[in-house]
Each structure stands twice: as C-alpha cells, then as structure tokens.
C-alpha cells in the first residue's frame, strides 16, 4: 500500500495477537514500526522478526520515546493495547480502573501527545483497536465493555472533530479473534465468540481494506454492521435477544 510506505508506526499491545498481525502488516507494506508491548520479551521477539524497533513499556507514555526511536517523526499511531476484563458490578475496583486506564485513557493520553504534531503539519492517522462489544456488548464482561464502548466514542469523537484537518481515524471492531485474549475469556467466549473467529491476519486486512477506501468503521466480521443496526432500530428486541445469550451462559456454567 504506498499510503504507507516509508510511513513511521507504532503498534501498542504488539507483543502478539492483533497487536504483532498489525505491526508485520505495516512492516511489510513498507513502513518504518516501533513495536510497543508492556512485556519487553514479547516486544523484542515481534521486532526482530519484522525488522522493527522494540520500545517497551507502558501504552500510555510510549509516544515520546517512539517518537525519538522513529527519528522524531510519527505518521501513524495503532492504540491496540487492550485487557479484556471480566465480571459485573462485583468485578473489584482495581480490575474496573485497570480496564478504564488501558482501554480508554491510553487512547486519551495518546491523541494529547500526537494531536499538537499531527495538526501542525495537517496529517496524521490514529487507529484504535476497540472490538465489536464497543458497538454492541460482551456478556458476563461488564468493565471490558462499557470501557470498549468508551475507546469507540472517544475515536468517533476525535475522526468527526479532526478530519477536516487531515487527521484519518478508524476503529476497529472485531468479534472473536484468535488470540490468547480470547482464549481466557473461557464459556462466554466459547458461547459468542468461538464459533465465527476470524485470524489476527484478517484484522490487519480489514484495517487496510479501511483505509484505503477511507472508511472510519473496520468490520472485520460484516455481521456486525447488522447487529448494530438492529439494536438501534429496536433496542428491547435486540436486549432480550442478548438477555437469550445470558440465560444460555448461565446454563453452560451450571448456574441456578
């Protein structure tokens, strides 16, 4: 793609999973990528793979020191890092203040850094991993959603704010992806997730698919543009559907 070719990237969260299928994407494609990924084993690994540079550490600071290790120049910027906290009301505070922290505020924190660069020069494109719950919901995942719900407004916020000044915005929002976040996510993910999950590759695709047509939305499961839809048009038809699912899950797990 020669949208970005020679273009510098960083990929957080990039240890593996969405994360390291996105960052092999860009390399391949030509771009220059620093790999983020708070475990600096996994950091290392993907870089050296795809001929990057490892910048460890935590998602929300990583901009000045990516910055410096790309010359002082960055064109794109995935907010990938994720944690898929679950539970409900009962989920401890620190588990909901975690979830706040990396699902929303590393994109928040992110943006504030990249925002002043990107609009002096009139071009920049941020790129939020959020996930289909951010559209829709994820049973027995109550931080994880309303969290992802959050990552979706504030890049919905940021592409209707800034795109007249040359900043590009796409949220991705996959359904189930083979990854070892899914795997944990153990019967509610087996129940929702499992069943259509697509490969990390697929993401990657589906985010370039996007930006070359210049779309905000990346669907990598289409399916969702329709459940998204319906839950406008008819949000106790579409809650009792989703309440179905719960009853469901209870049932897997032997709840009374």
């Given at each position: ?45 993907t870089a ?19 910055r410096e ?188």
């Amino acid at each position: 793609m020669e949208a970005v070719r020679d273009k510098t990237v960083v990929v957080t969260g990039a240890g593996g999973g969405i994360g390291a299928a996105l960052a092999r994407r860009f390399a391949t494609e030509g771009a220059r990528v620093v790999v983020n990924d708070l475990d600096e084993g996994k950091a290392k690994r993907t870089a050296d793979e795809i001929g990057a540079v490892a910048v460890p550490g935590d998602a929300s600071v990583v901009v000045p020191a990516a910055r410096e290790a790309l010359g002082g120049r960055i064109d794109v910027f995935c907010a990938n890092a994720g944690v898929g906290t679950g539970g409900g009301p009962d989920a401890p505070e620190d588990a909901w203040a975690l979830a706040w922290d990396v699902n929303v505020m590393a994109h928040v924190r992110a943006a504030r850094e990249l925002l002043p660069e990107w609009l002096a020069r009139g071009s920049g494109r941020f790129v939020s991993t959020v996930s289909a719950a951010g559209l829709l919901t994820m049973v027995a995942a109550a931080p994880y959603s309303v969290t992802k719900h959050g990552a979706y407004a504030f890049a919905e916020w940021l592409s209707l704010t800034y795109r007249h000044r040359g900043i590009d915005v796409h949220a991705i929002c996959p359904q189930g992806v083979r990854t070892d976040m899914l795997a944990a996510t153990g019967a509610a993910g087996d129940l929702v997730l499992t069943p259509t999950a697509v490969e990390p590759e697929d993401v990657a695709d589906a985010l370039f698919a996007a930006m070359a047509e210049g779309r905000f939305l990346v669907l990598p499961h289409p399916e969702v543009a329709d459940f998204y839809t319906a839950r406008a048009a008819d949000p106790d038809r579409w809650l009792g559907a989703m309440n179905h699912l719960q009853q469901k899950l209870e049932q897997a797990e032997g709840r009374p």
